[in-house]
């Protein structure tokens, strides 16, 4: 059964943000006795016989099912209206567990907040937004996904379909438009989860040092012995305002050792899955192997330990190009990361620029790209107006938390 089955008679739902807070709000909607249901078993008031009215602001008492002499937790209740009842707990993770679970048990139907959005009517588009919005961590990410919900892709598919519903010889001019949308959707789709480089190379060419250099703190141990890293050992950062995760990987070899053998494997499927990868190679070292992207062009080759090499930018007759660094001294990590953030946003969206921010925005406009008639187009257009037909059957609560205007 679907955790918001229409055949429930009321929703609950947590509001708050994914994680551990200070203070959480979980939220009722029902129809019919709301508060005698749902509510009035669990909670009591600090001043007896008060009943939530809209506007009104209860402090009590919840007591968990079972637990009803023992003390109880601290909270306050507030009535949006008589179908929409809010109790404000402590954000910790057992605290609303356990008041969820309680109104759970007289018969209401958990929902997951996005599920709670489209029964409030909002626009498909944005409760996505709202969901990558809530997953960035950086102003420059946020800012982005932020546009979104200001409605950027709303209003230009609203304006495709318009034009195409209205003269359907303007389908390879609004397919045009549509293609120059599409060409931010990799940076779209990474505005909620980071960037993934691999830091990748032979053994001992200072993968570990490297990474420790890009993070700014000693996440990977660094030995003067080949195979020290068996394993992907990772960390996230940011770079100019761009959330990446950093993977150091064993050193690439035939390796005898067992052990060593898996880190390897498992590096080699690191690279195959990474968004960008830097081929580190021992400056100072010239008989190791330079790194082969074989093909690749989301990659960067490192020149790593050049301060090991004497008067190393005259000697520099390299026949690849590469970024010199040294990740002990510090030489050079400047122009790296600069060169990792051209690499991976080689540019940057104008402001208020439509973008695909999901997998089912990006299919959507591709169908439209596709589409050999007007009709087609439009339906593809539609559907991602419209959004997951599986989120379209809820009743709506009569209080809606966003504007669908």
């Known amino acids: 059964m679907h955790p918001c089955e229409p055949a429930f008679a009321a929703l609950v739902c947590e509001l708050t943000g994914v994680g551990r807070g200070g203070v959480a709000t979980v939220a009722v909607w029902g129809q019919n006795a709301l508060w005698q249901r749902y509510l009035q078993p669990f909670f009591r008031p600090a001043r007896s016989g008060?009943?939530?009215?809209?506007?009104?602001?209860?402090?009590?008492?919840?007591?968990?099912?079972?637990?009803?002499?023992?003390?109880?937790?601290?909270?306050?209740?507030?009535?949006?209206d008589s179908q929409h009842i809010q109790v404000h707990c402590h954000g910790g993770r057992a605290a609303v567990e356990s008041i969820?679970?309680?109104?759970?048990?007289?018969?209401?139907?958990?929902?997951e907040w996005p599920q709670w959005l489209a029964a409030s009517g909002c626009c498909p588009l944005e409760i996505e937004a709202r969901q990558v919005l809530a997953?960035?961590?950086?102003?420059?990410?946020?800012?982005?996904?932020?546009?979104?919900?200001?409605?950027?892709?709303?209003r230009a598919a609203e304006?495709?379909?318009?034009?195409?519903?209205?003269?359907?010889?303007?389908?390879?001019?609004?397919?045009?438009?549509?293609?120059d949308v599409l060409r931010w959707t990799r940076l779209g789709k990474h505005l909620g989860r980071p960037w993934q480089i691999v830091l990748a190379g032979a053994p001992n060419v200072g993968k570990s040092s490297l990474?420790?250099?890009?993070?700014?703190?000693?996440?990977?141990?660094?030995f003067d012995q080949p195979g020290t890293t068996r394993d992907v050992v990772s960390a996230d950062t940011v770079l100019d305002g761009w959330s990446v995760s950093l993977a150091d990987t064993a050193g690439l070899r035939d390796a005898g050792d067992s052990i060593e053998n898996q880190g390897v494997q498992r590096a080699r499927a690191s690279i195959d899955e990474a968004d960008l990868v830097l081929w580190v190679h021992d400056a100072a070292d010239p008989a190791k192997a330079i790194p082969d992207p074989a093909g690749r062009t989301d990659c960067l080759i490192v020149d790593n330990k050049i301060d090991l090499v004497p008067d190393f930018s005259a000697a520099a007759n390299r026949p690849y190009e590469a970024v010199a660094v040294s990740a002990t001294s510090g030489q050079g990590m400047a122009e790296l990361m600069q060169r990792i953030v051209q690499t991976l946003v080689p540019e940057l969206p104008p402001a208020g620029q439509a973008i695909a921010i999901t997998d089912r925005q990006a299919e959507c406009l591709n169908r439209a790209v596709r589409a050999d008639t007007a009709a087609s187009a439009c339906a593809a257009l539609?559907?991602?107006?419209?959004?997951?037909s599986e989120d379209a059957w809820l009743?709506?609560?009569?209080?809606?938390?966003?504007?669908?205007?």
Not at 135 to 143: S, V
Not at 162 to 178: C, G
Not at 211 to 222: E, S
């Open 382 to 388: 539609e559907q991602l107006l419209a959004g997951r």
């Open 395 to 405: 009743p709506p609560p009569p209080t809606s938390p966003c504007e669908t205007s």
């Open 211 to 222: 990474l420790n250099a890009l993070l700014g703190y000693r996440r990977a141990i660094t």
């Open 50 to 80: 008060a009943l939530p009215r809209p506007g009104d602001i209860l402090y009590g008492t919840w007591h968990a099912a079972g637990r009803e002499q023992a003390a109880g937790e601290s909270v306050v209740v507030t009535a949006i």
């Open 100 to 111: 969820m679970a309680d109104i759970g048990s007289t018969g209401a139907g958990r929902c």
């Open 159 to 179: 304006s495709w379909l318009q034009t195409l519903q209205s003269d359907a010889a303007q389908l390879p001019a609004v397919q045009r438009a549509v293609a």
């Open 135 to 154: 997953t960035t961590d950086t102003r420059r990410t946020a800012a982005i996904a932020l546009d979104q919900l200001r409605g950027a892709l709303r």
